[in-house]
């Protein structure tokens, strides 16, 4: 059986200097998700910095992410998408789409990568204890009750294409997630998500 490997939290969105687009927020927390599982932040390992990814998509990174030090509370982290020259068009497009989803609210969690190391079953789901995180990424769905934007300072104005861009890509990404998960149940794999 293939354990969980994705936990989702809060985050919130930052205003810097024109340049940098960042944000930050909780990576992880001890809350009972509504899967019914648990994570103990005390028991994360990690190595900064990490990738930030566009929904769990190894091929799609969109920057990176910078864990601070794990509490009792969870882990916060500090995360930034880069703006990209027009030579590179199509990572262009990418990292503006997915600043363009924080910016507008269509994305409002993150949700960790995880190899779990040492965990127990409970009645309701998982009890990990030690996990080894080795990618974040945003995500529009979050599995915590409380894994939403809090505020959104201030950031800069996205041209209409952008707009446009997100319509394609969240109508393109509900079609990929309909075919990947009928590939993943064709093999006959198990997994559990958070």
């Known amino acids: 059986m293939e354990l969980a490997n994705r936990a989702y939290a809060a985050f919130e969105v930052k205003a810097l200097d024109s340049d940098r687009r960042t944000f930050s927020g909780w990576a992880t927390t001890p809350a009972l998700d509504r899967m019914g599982d648990t994570i103990n932040p005390l028991g994360v390992t990690f190595r900064n910095p ?64 995880f190899s779990p190391i040492k965990y127990a079953f409970t009645d309701d789901g998982v009890d990990y204890q030690e996990i080894e995180v080795y990618e974040l990424s945003t995500v529009a769905i979050p599995a915590l009750p409380e894994a939403v934007i809090t505020a959104v300072k201030s950031m800069n104005d996205l041209p209409r294409t952008a707009v446009a861009q997100i319509k394609h890509f969240d109508l393109q990404g509900a079609v990929h997630l309909i075919s990947a998960r009928d590939q993943h149940l064709a093999r006959g794999a198990v997994s559990i998500s958070r």
């Open 50 to 113: 990490l990738a930030l990814l566009h929904g769990h998509r190894h091929d799609l990174p969109i920057g990176s992410v910078i864990f601070q030090t794990p509490t009792k509370k969870g882990i916060k982290f500090d995360a930034e998408i880069p703006v990209v020259d027009e030579e590179y068009a199509s990572l262009r497009d990418r990292v503006n789409t997915a600043w363009g989803e924080l910016k507008y609210g269509l994305v409002r969690a993150v949700s960790i990568g």
